[in-house]
């Protein structure tokens, strides 16, 4: 049983290009999560999937980011125009179901670099 | 806006000693206290987690300690290991999404 996978595993990038950033959940899991851990910092939510859409996308910062999950599986966070502020490591969990005490399994995350 | 405040932000324990974390909460609806475990390049996983209707959760070494009026809930690890050296997160379920302390780093030496 694959664990949550997430590729790349590292992105540089230079400021003002865009990029994406792939989420492979579980199988089976119809919930899924993305965060930003900055440097020393715990993860911060981004958004959040129940099976295709979005339930809950209040943690992402501005418009430059967008995340999608087309076919309730993969998912993908897109970052337009990046800035350096962008800079961190996007970590994506997935749960077998929306509701109390659901264990969220984080992926290995992709660490961004915004030069 | 942090609404889960963690502490110390390292720590350093002998090996065989007791490490204790502390976290503090403001928002009465949290409904489930997890604990994470991340070590470098690595996502967390889940250590051990609580409920609010509990005040103490054990598995193992690990034991959670909750007290619901006082809005805190702490991780204790007995008889710590140089391989439980890592960084080790609170957090607290909101809704649908976890809010996550600012971590510990705890080192065990041998």
């Known amino acids: 049983g694959a664990g949550v996978s997430q590729t790349p595993s590292n992105k540089v990038t230079e400021k003002g290009k865009y990029v994406e950033l792939r989420c492979d959940p579980i199988s089976g899991h119809t919930a899924l999560y993305w965060y930003r851990q900055s440097l020393g910092q715990g993860p911060e939510f981004l958004i959040y999937?129940?099976?295709?859409?979005?339930?809950?996308d209040s943690g992402l910062p501005n418009d430059r980011f967008f995340a999608v999950r087309p076919e309730g599986s993969v998912s993908t966070l897109k970052i337009q125009r990046t800035e350096r502020g962008d800079s961190a490591v996007y970590l994506c969990?997935?749960?077998?179901?929306?509701?109390?005490?659901?264990?969220?399994?984080f992926g290995p995350g992709t660490r961004l670099t915004v030069l | 806006q942090q609404q889960v405040k963690q502490s110390p932000q390292s720590l350093i324990v002998q090996k065989g000693g007791i490490s204790i974390i502390n976290c503090a909460y403001e928002?009465?609806?949290?409904?489930?206290f997890p604990w994470y475990q991340q070590f470098p390049g690595k996502g967390p996983a889940l250590l051990i987690a609580i409920r609010p209707d509990v005040s103490e959760k054990k598995e193992g070494r690990f034991t959670i300690s909750f007290n619901k009026s006082a809005k805190q809930f702490s991780l204790h690890i007995m008889d710590s290991q140089p391989g439980d050296s890592a960084t080790y997160f609170c957090a607290a379920r909101d809704t649908d999404k976890l809010i996550f302390g600012t971590g510990t780093r705890l080192q065990v030496f041998p």
């Open positions: 999937f129940q099976g295709t859409g979005a339930a809950d």
């Open positions: 928002n009465t609806a949290f409904d489930y």
């Open positions: 969990a997935s749960s077998l179901r929306q509701g109390t005490y659901n264990e969220q399994f």
